[in-house]
Nanobody, 121 residues
Framework: DVQLVESGGGSVQAGGSLRLSCAAS????????MGWFRQAPGKEREGVAV???????IYADSVKGRFTISQDNAKNTLYLQMNSLKPEDTAMYYC????????????????WGQGTQVTVS
């Protein structure tokens, strides 16, 4: 099975930046869609950003202009650059992979990492 390992989370003051990484391994297919999701305590998981195989991206309105999703194919790594962080960005962040078409924030993703915590104060 695909393995996804997130890193880069931590505690930061409001206005600061973090870059999350998601290292992927054991691919047996070419993913159609990769994405970042987050879940804050007491809230439902929400899509933050997705990256389609054609390079197109979709962002949640709450992070547009502040977050950037990207990937390094040579390293099989997905990134989320987060700037101008706000306390409401505090959550556990997960990366995920979808093996079929239909890349959007509400799509079903088959493979998930364990998450990395981001805390903004």
């Amino acid at each position: 099975d695909v393995q996804l390992v997130e890193s880069g989370g931590g505690s930061v003051q409001a206005g600061g930046s973090l870059r999350l990484s998601c290292a992927a391994s054991r691919y047996t297919f070419s993913p159609y869609c990769m994405g970042w999701f987050r879940q804050a305590p007491g809230k439902e998981r929400e899509g933050v950003a997705v990256l389609d195989s054609d390079g197109s991206t979709i962002y949640a309105d709450s992070v547009k202009g502040r977050f950037t999703i990207s990937q390094d194919n040579a390293k099989n790594t997905l990134y989320l650059q987060m700037n101008s962080l706000k306390p409401e960005d505090t959550a556990m962040y997960y990366c995920a992979v979808r093996s079929r078409g239909g890349c959007n924030l509400k799509a079903y993703f088959e493979y998930w990492g364990q998450g990395t915590q981001v805390t903004v104060s």
